[in-house]
């Protein structure tokens, strides 16, 4: 999204429009979606010592899907699944799955402390991919964040 110069961010889906009057509530949207994070690495961290990791997994993907159903799918309908791009949602997929399946397992043998700290590095492997995989350009203004030695 990008904000354009009639001070509105770019189309969300649809027709719709959110205007930079709704940053409140993107911020909550923002807050809400921390605390979900948090909230689901505990649940995962408490269920490691007595389910299997498959069994939490699928647990995690259904209740997401249960959610989709819920709440996007009767405001957006069924077109917000739709994609001109399958082999890269399988691609991403696949990753995420494989992903969050080692953030379980990581729950299971370190601290949920050092699991966060580590998770918070993943823009940091983001970046460097991008630059060996899909060959992006890293220009000094753009690599503010990253440190000189990264």
């Known amino acids: 999204m990008h904000i354009d110069d009639s001070n509105a961010i770019a189309p969300l889906a649809a027709g719709q429009r959110m205007t930079v009057q709704d940053i409140p ?10 605390a979900m994070f948090a909230i689901s690495s505990a649940c995962a961290k408490l269920q490691v010592a007595t389910y299997p990791i498959g069994e939490i997994m699928f647990a995690r993907s259904a ?39 080692f953030t379980v397992l990581a729950l299971a043998t ?33 690599s503010k964040g990253i440190p000189e030695s990264a």
């Open 63 to 101: 209740s997401s899907l249960l959610f989709c159903m819920f709440f996007v799918l009767p405001t957006t309908g069924i077109a917000v699944f739709s994609t001109r791009m399958p082999m890269a949602h399988l691609a991403r997929g696949l990753s995420q799955s494989i992903s969050q399946t």
């Open 25 to 34: 509530r993107g911020i909550r949207c923002m807050i809400a979606a921390t």
């Open 110 to 142: 370190m601290p949920f402390a050092g699991v966060t700290a580590i998770g918070f590095t993943a823009p940091l492997f983001a970046a460097l991919i991008s630059i060996v995989v899909l060959r992006a350009s890293c220009l000094k203004k753009e």
